[in-house]
């Protein structure tokens, strides 16, 4: 068990800064997930954390230890792999023994911490076999099982569900989160599916070009983006955007519709702005809107509705941008249709048009 | 009635089949043919005289023959061994150089391209006992002042020609070794590093068995080399000092023609392509199953 810790971490590949000075404090036991677009730098950051990158520049500490400087064997961590990174040649019993094996713990020690390993991710009928010979989510339990027999102080998850199919994504999802609860070890989680950052993280540490943009709880990042980026990529459908400027109090979108204004941005009259809502706080009126809310009137056409069963998404046009609204408790909506959308004001977002941040309220 | 006509496949290839039957088929008929008689090449007329398996029962009770076959198998043992570790080695040296590895790679091949003949000669000069590098550099630095007969002496003239055998052909095993760590993927390898593995400890649990296919396919290659050798030891010691580093097939080319003995010399040869076999069949059920071991199929 033990903290994490980056200070100022920095990776260059030769000239090329692919990780630009971050910090992040990891709590002991915390289940943190670094959630990004590709290519932001997040398997960079997890294999410096395991020591399979060297850092340019910074300090890593996990526990009270710097580790900078040691090999991944002295860091006591365990990894999962996107792509699970079994020995093809050792069965899969092998393969779940294998670092107990090599820290010299006695082989009835190993049958018992594998033969546990093995009834937690029910493998126990797959033990003689070897990785060839398994199916993509039997390889991810055996990669799981690996990481678990032993009692790291840190689990590091790169991407581990992202070659499965998604029936069986959600599935290991919930085995990973009860897989959390029972061993409560740190643990560093990272992926590109905000779904999959939103149910499992304690903390959400959202990524962008080498930067971490926000960190926090999934219900904060989602209630208080900090900029457009986080506000578009947590939260399904990404949020709507629509350019607008503070006139008189009021917001006036591009085709001169004025929404009345949030309270708080009195100090930011006459600036353009970029108007943020999500689709939940789209809804046609006298719909299932929570009463007593601040309530924008706006009236668009419905060019596209995509039925999800419990809701419907519909598309409409709304100032030159198209937006996303939604609708509980479907009933039949024609393309074309015009109907009266409530805009939830008290759930609106509003953003610098200029630099993406969000205006704070005063 | 309806006549017999060939299938067009083997019209086809009834071209290819008669030409290989010529080149390959007939010579091989026929000195095995000429090792059931007593074919002496002074004496033509000995070809049709059939003595059954004379020659044969000969050799296999041939101390001689035994002594060459025996020696043989150690020079193969020996050889294939060092030259696997020095390959092995090499190889994964080279594969940790960033900067001119393609000229490396290109340089390691060199001896390859030397005829046997003329790396006999070369180590002949190193190791001669008066002229030789070897016994000049040794006695200018002082750590013997006698001349050491490398060539004269059949152990230390066996280990010239091991050490002529290695210098040529290490490289077939460290060009495909290094194949082999070129095709190793990462991804277990750094499995390995977070499992707890030290360097050493990677390369005996995971790098090496990836390697085994490959240095499996390198022995089966050169045990054929070497169960056939002949050229270098042939200029190197002629199979003496008194035929202590006499090998199969030095002796079988000294019967053959020295002693004329044709057929006796065939009669040897058959015996010994079985040594061949007997490696190269080792060498691919070994390989075999190091595949099957990485779940490569068969
Ligand atoms: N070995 C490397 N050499 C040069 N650039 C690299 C290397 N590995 C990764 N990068 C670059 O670093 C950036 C971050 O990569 P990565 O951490 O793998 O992203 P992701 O968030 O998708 O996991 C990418 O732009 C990638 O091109
Ligand atoms: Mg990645």
């Not at chain 1, 590949?13 to 670094?34: C, K, M, P, R, T």
């Not at chain 1, 060839?132 to 998850?157: C, E, K, N, T, Y």
């Not at chain 1, 904060?220 to 503070?246: K, R, Y």
């Not at chain 2, 083997?10 to 007593?38: G, K, Q």
Request: proline share 5%; aromatic share 8%.
């Amino acid at each position: 068990m033990a903290q994490v810790h980056l200070k100022n971490v920095v990776k260059k590949y030769g000239s090329l800064e692919v990780v630009h000075a971050i910090n992040l404090d990891i709590e002991d036991g915390e289940f943190v997930v670094l959630v990004g677009p590709s290519g932001c730098g997040k398997s960079t950051t997890l294999r410096m954390i395991a020591g399979l990158e060297d850092i340019s520049g910074g300090d890593i500490e996990i526990g009270d230890r710097v580790v900078n400087d040691l090999a991944p064997r002295d860091r006591n961590i365990s990894m999962v792999f996107q792509n699970y990174a079994l020995y093809p040649h050792m069965t899969v019993q092998e393969n779940l023994g294998f670092s107990l094996k090599i820290a010299k713990f006695s082989q009835s020690e190993i049958d018992a911490a594998v033969q546990n390993a093995a009834e937690i991710l029910s493998l126990t009928d797959l033990m003689d076999r070897k990785p060839g010979a398994l199916s993509g989510g039997q390889r991810q339990r055996v990669a799981m099982g690996r990481a678990i027999v032993r009692h790291p102080d840190v689990f590091l998850f790169d991407e581990p569900l992202s070659n499965l199919d998604a029936k069986l994504r959600t599935q290991m999802r919930v085995e990973i989160k009860k897989l959390h609860q029972k061993v409560k070890s740190t643990i560093v989680y990272v992926t590109h599916d905000q779904i999959e950052a939103m149910t499992l993280a304690d903390r959400i540490v959202i990524m962008r070009d080498g930067h971490i943009e926000q960190i926090g709880t999934p219900l904060d990042v989602f209630e208080h983006p900090v900029n457009t980026f986080v506000a578009s990529f947590i939260g399904s459908p990404p949020m709507n955007f629509l350019e607008a400027q503070i006139d008189g109090g009021k917001i006036i979108l591009q085709d001169g519709t004025a929404l009345t204004m949030p309270a708080g941005y009195a100090a930011n009259e006459g600036q353009k702005v970029t108007f943020g809502v999500r689709a939940d706080n789209i809804m046609p009126q006298n719909h299932a809107m929570p009463a007593g809310n601040n309530m924008a009137l706006v009236e668009m056409e419905v060019s596209l509705t995509e039925p999800l069963g419990t809701e419907t998404l519909l598309f409409a046009e709304l100032a030159g941008s198209e937006v996303q609204a939604k609708m509980l408790n479907p009933r039949p909506v024609q393309n074309g249709e015009r109907l009266t959308f409530e805009i939830s004001l008290d759930k609106c977002h509003i953003f610098d048009a200029q630099t993406g941040n969000a205006l704070k309220a005063q | 009635m309806k006549r017999f006509k060939m299938p067009p496949w083997l019209v086809l290839l009834l071209p290819a089949i008669i030409i290989l039957s010529a080149v390959v088929l007939i010579p091989l008929v026929l000195s095995l043919y000429s090792s059931f008689t007593p074919y002496k090449l002074t004496r033509p007329e000995s070809l049709y005289k059939w003595i059954g398996t004379f020659n044969y029962e000969k050799a296999l009770g041939d101390t001689k023959f035994w002594a060459a076959f025996g020696r043989t198998i150690l020079l193969l043992t020996i050889a294939l061994n060092l030259e696997m570790l020095c390959g092995l080695g090499l190889a994964l040296m080279v594969s940790k150089v960033t900067r001119g590895q393609r000229a490396l790679r290109t340089a390691m091949m060199f001896p390859m391209m030397f005829s046997p003949i003329l790396v006999g000669f070369q180590f002949k000069f190193i190791f001669n006992d008066n002229v030789g590098l070897v016994n000049n550099a040794l006695q200018s630095l002082g750590i013997t002042d006698m001349a050491i007969p490398w060539l004269v002496d059949g152990k230390l003239a066996m280990f010239a020609i091991i050490f002529a055998e290695m210098w040529t052909s290490t490289s077939v095993f460290a060009i495909l070794i290094l194949a082999g760590l070129f095709a190793i993927p990462q991804d277990p390898l750094e499995a390995a590093k977070v499992d707890g593995c030290t360097p050493i400890q990677s390369f005996r649990f995971v790098t090496l068995p990836f390697l085994m296919p490959f240095i499996y396919i390198a022995m089966a290659i050169r045990s054929l080399d070497v169960a056939r050798a002949y050229d270098i030891v042939q200029i190197m010691t002629n199979g003496g000092p008194a035929r202590r580093t006499e090998l199969l097939w030095t002796l079988i080319g000294r019967t053959g023609y020295v002693d004329a003995k044709m057929g006796y010399a065939n009669a040897m040869g058959y015996i010994s392509i079985f040594l061949a076999i007997f490696f190269t069949i080792y060498f691919f059920r070994k390989l075999t199953a190091a595949r099957a071991e990485l779940g490569m199929g068969v």
